[in-house]
């Protein structure tokens, strides 16, 4: 079908016949998988990602659809963050792929959490409180090793922030 104008008609067309290929179009449920990039601010982690809905039911030419194992979003950046992000997000589809069960716009609620690490202290004194008697403490320093959230422990400082203390009351 060639629109014109009136009065104007089609004399020739080259190529004179012209191939087409109908592909067949199917449906599949997928699970949704977020694409996380960036890093979360020094000591954090990405500790969970939730998407609702987890899965969709795409649309498209069967020798695309047929090969999926799972349908990506659009990258989401979690660069610097160290809590909850919350945010709507769109799929990241082909050419001629549709969502047919839900719109192509998902809910993603990323946890971000402080790493939990181990740190040793060494050289600390141990002080004897609770008495006024003289003592000896054997050894009198010793080492700890510690574990709990990286931006705490980071900062911890062996000489202001930790103290050994014996009771010696009775």
Known sequence: NIPLP?????VKTSPSVLSVKLEET?????PVNVQIVG???????????????PLVVL????????????VDTQPLDVSGLSDILKKEIVLDLSENVTV???TDKMQ???LIQAQVISRKFQDIQ?????TVLAHTINPPKITIKVRGPAPLLEKLNVTKDIRVSIDLSG
């Open 6 to 10: 009136k009065d104007v008609t089609v």
């Open 26 to 30: 199917i449906q599949k449920t997928l």
């Open 39 to 53: 890093e979360p601010e020094s000591g954090y982690l990405v500790a969970e990602v939730k998407i609702v809905p």
């Open 59 to 70: 649309q498209g030419p069967e020798k695309i659809i047929e090969n999926l194992q799972s």
């Open 100 to 102: 047919v069960s839900h």
């Open 108 to 110: 993603v609620e990323v």
């Open 126 to 130: 141990v002080e004897g409180k609770g």
